[in-house]
C-alpha cells in the first residue's frame, strides 16, 4: 500500500511568486492534515480536511494560504504570493479515522523562498 | 496556551541509553507522542502515551509520563547509529489537532 505522497519534495520560488503544493493521501483515507515546521521551530498544525470539507483551518497562517481537496482524495496548499517568512517544511498527513495517533505523514515539501 | 517545549540537541555514545525530555502545558491533552525524521524522510509515529497511564515500553523504547509535572521522556535502550535522527514531542488536542516541540536531534557517536 501507497504510503502518503508531496509533490514536489522541494520548491525554490522568489518573493511574491506562487506556489502549489501537493498532497496524495493514503487511498481511503477521509481525514487529511497540514502542517508545516518554519525555520527548525516547532511544527505547527495548519488545516484538517474531512472528505473535501474543511474541518478546522485555525492553523491557515493569513489569506495567502488557500487549500482545496477536490473530490475528497488528493489536497493542494497554494501559497499567492509567497513571502519570505513561508520557507520551510511543508508535511501532509492522513488518517482513515479522526485521531491523531492514526495519523500517517509525508516525507514533506522543502519550500524556500529567496 | 499550548506549548511544548524539548531540547535542541543530544549526543550520546552508541551502546548508551539515549533519554529525550519533553514538557507540555496543556492538562487536557489526551495523547502524547514520539515521532523520529530521519534525514530525507518524513515523520514516523515512534509510540505514543495515553495522557491517563504513566508507563509504556515498547522493545528497547520506553515512555515515561509525569501528569504532574507535565513531563514526558524516551529512552532509546542501546542506541544504535540508526537511532540517529530528530525526535518530535507532541500533544493532541480536540484528540486530532497535534501541538509539537521543535525537535531533539539525536547524534550519536562511535
Known amino acids: 500500500e501507497a504510503g502518503v505522497t508531496q509533490f514536489p519534495s522541494h520548491s525554490v520560488i522568489e518573493k511574491g511568486q506562487t506556489v502549489t503544493l501537493r498532497c496524495d493521501p493514503i487511498s481511503g483515507h477521509d481525514n487529511l492534515y497540514w502542517y508545516r515546521r518554519v525555520m527548525g521551530k516547532e511544527i505547527k498544525f495548519l488545516l484538517h480536511?474531512?472528505?473535501?470539507?474543511?474541518?478546522?483551518e485555525s492553523g491557515m497562517p493569513n489569506n495567502r494560504f488557500l487549500a482545496e481537496r477536490t473530490g475528497g482524495t488528493y489536497s493542494t496548499l497554494k501559497v499567492q504570493p509567497a513571502e519570505l517568512e513561508d520557507s520551510g517544511v511543508y508535511f501532509c498527513a492522513s488518517s482513515q479515522v479522526t485521531g491523531a495517533y492514526e495519523q500517517y505523514f509525508g516525507p514533506g515539501t522543502r519550500l524556500t523562498v529567496t | 496556551g499550548e506549548d511544548v517545549e524539548q531540547s535542541l540537541f543530544l549526543s550520546v555514545r552508541e551502546g548508551d541509553s539515549s533519554v529525550i525530555n519533553c514538557t507540555y502545558t496543556d492538562s487536557s491533552s489526551t495523547y502524547l507522542y514520539w515521532y523520529k525524521q530521519e534525514p530525507g524522510a518524513g515523520l514516523q509515529l515512534l509510540t505514543y502515551i495515553f495522557s491517563n497511564m504513566d508507563m509504556k515500553q515498547d522493545q528497547r523504547l520506553t515512555v515515561l509520563l509525569n501528569k504532574k509535572d507535565k513531563h514526558l521522556s524516551l529512552r532509546i535502550a542501546d542506541t544504535q547509529t540508526g537511532d540517529s535522527a530528530i525526535y518530535f514531542c507532541?500533544?493532541?488536542?480536540?484528540?486530532?489537532?497535534?501541538?509539537w516541540g521543535a525537535g531533539t536531534k539525536l547524534i550519536i557517536k562511535p
Open positions: 480536511f474531512v472528505k473535501e470539507s474543511k474541518q478546522d
Open positions: 507532541a500533544e493532541s488536542i480536540f484528540n486530532y489537532q497535534l501541538i
